[in-house]
């Protein structure tokens, strides 16, 4: 499982960056979490540890992070 920085999960989170490469369902995930962080940038934070959470129970998210 490649580990994922905070501060890359924080720019994937705040960017734009093109997600077609990851799964379907990691698209679900991030574009939900990015639209959470526009509404409201103070939870940014709360979001990182939260897709932290995730990438620690699903590798296979992380394995699509890092191809992004």
């Known amino acids: 499982m490649p580990v994922i920085p905070r501060a890359k ?3 994937l989170l705040s960017s734009n960056s ?3 490469k990851a799964s379907l369902a990691t698209r679900i ?3 939900r979490m990015r639209l959470e962080v526009s ?3 103070i939870c940014i934070d ?3 540890s939260e897709l932290e959470s ?3 129970s699903k590798p296979q ?3 699509d992070l890092a191809s992004i």
């Open 39 to 41: 509404n409201s940038p």
């Open 9 to 11: 999960i924080k720019t």
């Open 46 to 48: 709360q979001k990182v």
């Open 54 to 56: 995730v990438l620690n």
């Open 61 to 63: 998210i992380a394995e």
């Open 29 to 31: 995930m991030l574009t």
């Open 18 to 20: 093109d997600l077609s």
